[in-house]
């Protein structure tokens, strides 16, 4: 299996950026689902971003306009770019990968917005 590792995570300040990566070995990520989910303690996971292959995005209503989803499927990697962060958005952050053969997770990266 195809086991993603997150990584990028760390503190800032309320209105802040941060950018998360997640990378991904094997030849079939560049046609492979990636979502970026957040849970925070005592929370169920939410998705808060997704890609296709093709680079269609998806977005929660609460990251809008100040979130962004990429890949770049030639290093065989994801990225979320958080701009204006809120205290709300902490939590630990994972990414998935799927196929239609295939669901994986990484381990997951912590993100802490506090002042």
């Known amino acids: 299996q195809v086991q993603p590792v997150e990584s990028g995570g760390g503190l800032v300040q309320p209105g802040g950026s941060l950018r998360l990566s997640c990378a991904a070995s094997?030849?079939?990520?560049?046609?492979?689902?990636m979502g970026w989910y957040r849970q925070a303690p005592g929370k169920q996971s939410e998705l808060v971003a997704g890609i296709i292959g093709s680079g269609i995005t998806n977005y929660a209503d609460s990251v809008k306009g100040r979130f962004t989803i990429s890949r770049d499927n030639a290093k065989n990697t994801v990225y979320l770019q958080m701009n204006s962060l809120r205290p709300e958005d902490t939590a630990v952050y994972y990414c998935?990968?799927?196929?239609?053969?295939?669901?994986?997770w990484g381990q997951g990266t912590q993100v802490t917005v506090s002042p």
């Open positions: 094997g030849s079939i990520f560049s046609v492979a689902y």
């Open positions: 998935n990968l799927r196929t239609a053969s295939l669901n994986t």
